[in-house]
């Protein structure tokens, strides 16, 4: 599987952005997707992952700094994986990537865990 991430910029805070990962290949709604993102100077971090179909099919998970933010959502029709993000704060500016994983949601938070990458796309939230 191959990833495209797309939608990052730069945005004031309280602004909205939302980014999309496109993905290749016909097995897309097999694997359970994930937003990731990492900060200038840390560590990868979870942010929002969306079940595949036979894991659970619309079962999502989020960090709690995201929780009522952010919403994760694929259209499995065409392969894309999107993460709405409103009410941005200067602490989610980070580079985001998204990834996908043949396993079930809750291992699916780890980045460890997640069986393909795609590039990273910047995400700056100005105060």
């Known amino acids: 599987v191959q990833l495209q991430a797309s939608g990052g910029g730069l945005v004031q805070a309280g602004g909205s952005l939302r980014l999309s990962c496109a993905a290749s290949?016909?097995?897309?709604?097999?694997?359970?997707m994930g937003w990731f993102r990492q900060p200038p100077g840390k560590e990868r971090e979870f942010v929002a992952a969306?079940?595949?179909?036979?894991?659970?099919?619309?079962?999502?998970s989020y960090v709690d700094s995201v929780k009522g933010r952010f919403t994760i959502s694929r259209d499995n029709a065409k392969d894309t994986v999107y993460l709405q993000m409103n009410s941005l704060k200067p602490e989610d500016t980070a580079v985001y990537y998204c990834?996908?994983?043949?396993?079930?949601?809750?291992?699916?938070?780890?980045?460890?865990?997640?069986?393909?990458w795609g590039k990273g796309t910047q995400v700056t939230v100005s105060s």
């Open positions: 290949g016909r097995t897309f709604n097999t694997y359970t």
């Open positions: 990834a996908a994983s043949r396993g079930p949601l809750y291992l699916s938070i780890h980045p460890g865990n997640m069986d393909y």
């Open positions: 969306f079940a595949a179909i036979r894991w659970g099919g619309g079962s999502t």
